[in-house]
Nanobody
Framework: QVQLVESGGGLVQAGGSLRLSCVVS????????WGWFRQAPGKEREYVAA????????FYPDSLEGRFAISRDSAKNTVYLQMNSLKPEDSAVYYC????????????WGQGTQVTVSS
């Protein structure tokens, strides 16, 4: 079992930045790939970023236009999501997830952290 606890969400003005953190406990950090997802009210949960178990590869949807960056610190068992140039449409609950090493599908979820971007 893996436990994930997100933090770092909050209220920010459009154009600002936030860094989300996800502290992982349980099984070995390198057993999984890691990802961030988000869900806005009335919308489906969507993929935001992913990083390989080794940290060598990162993935993002084209729609983010390079504004977000995922990273990991295996010494701290923590996954980060740096979000820059935030827009009101980035407002959502952001979730950290442990992903399968093959296929990158989610296995475990955190409880989420709210991000609100004001215009």
């Amino acid at each position: 079992q893996v436990q994930l606890v997100e933090s770092g969400g909050g209220l920010v003005q459009a154009g600002g930045s936030l860094r989300l953190s996800c502290v992982v406990s349980g099984r070995t950090f390198s057993n999984y790939n890691w990802g961030w997802f988000r869900q806005a009210p009335g919308k489906e949960r969507e993929y935001v970023a992913a990083i390989s178990w080794s940290g060598d590869s990162t993935f993002y949807p084209d729609s983010l236009e390079g504004r977000f960056a995922i990273s990991r610190d295996s010494a701290k068992n923590t996954v980060y999501l740096q979000m820059n140039s935030l827009k009101p449409e980035d407002s959502a609950v952001y979730y950290c997830a442990a992903l399968r090493r093959e296929g990158y599908s989610p296995l475990y979820w955190g409880q989420g952290t709210q991000v609100t971007v004001s215009s």
